[in-house]
């Protein structure tokens, strides 16, 4: 069946860096964009970043852009956030989330998300 | 940027009941709009695609409607595992949520 495991997570001081990674299995990894999308605690769904199959178009949130790289290894079947220069308005739970077709398309498969706290 | 408003931000609701909740874009989406329930501590699934498509396994009693900037999700009879966190997202460019409907029991 298919399964999205996010990992990475935990507590980072402000201003520095964390990577996360999205474990994908079940599907042909390398042929479906993936999207990051994060939930501050107690908020609403915030979209992060998307990246294409092949790892060519990358998109990002204006709050993130700058900041954070997506990446993907499809010989790993992995996904990747790197996050720097980190600020306590990013500590949420972030969710990677598989998107359901080529273009213009919602998410249909979502990992259980990992929690990112930013304190000093 | 395009905005997406939902209305209410809570409805109360009891077993039985027909709800609808709205969601408007800032401009318009074509048809480009989905809808997700979401129980507390668990991710997002997936119930509307492209504003009134629904998922696979996912049950009748939910629909969905509209096109352009106003969409609704309608639940025909609310069961006691519908009572959840329920978010638009359109898709027309990028990707932005509303900021969600928790529907509680009366």
């Known amino acids: 069946q298919v399964q999205l495991v996010e990992s990475g997570g935990g507590v980072v001081q402000p201003g520095r860096s964390l990577r996360l990674s999205c474990a994908v299995s079940?599907?042909?990894?390398?042929?479906?964009?993936i999207h990051w999308v994060r939930q501050a605690p107690g908020k609403g769904l915030e979209w992060v970043s998307v990246?294409?199959?092949?790892?060519?178009?990358?998109y990002y949130a204006d709050s993130v852009k700058g900041r954070f790289t997506i990446s993907r290894d499809n010989s790993k079947n992995t996904l990747y956030l790197q996050m720097n220069s980190l600020r306590p308005e990013d500590a949420a739970v972030y969710y990677c989330a598989r998107a359901k077709g080529s273009y213009r398309t919602s998410f249909d498969y979502w990992g259980q998300g990992t929690l990112i706290t930013v304190s000093s | 940027d395009i905005q997406m408003t939902q209305s209410p931000s809570t409805l109360s609701a009891s077993v039985g009941d027909r709800v609808t909740i709205t969601c408007r874009a800032s401009q318009s989406i074509s048809d480009w709009l989905a809808w997700y329930q979401q129980k507390p501590g668990k991710a997002p699934n997936l119930l509307i695609y492209k504003a009134s498509t629904l998922e696979t396994g996912v049950p009748s009693r939910f629909s969905g409607s509209g096109s352009g900037t106003e969409f609704t999700l309608t639940i025909s009879s609310l069961q006691p595992d519908d009572f959840a966190t329920y978010y638009c997202?359109?898709?027309?460019?990028?990707?932005?949520f509303g900021q969600g409907t928790k529907l509680e029991i009366k």
């Open positions: 990246i294409s199959y092949d790892g060519m178009n990358k």
């Open positions: 079940g599907f042909t990894f390398s042929t479906y964009a």
């Open positions: 997202q359109q898709y027309n460019s990028l990707y932005t």
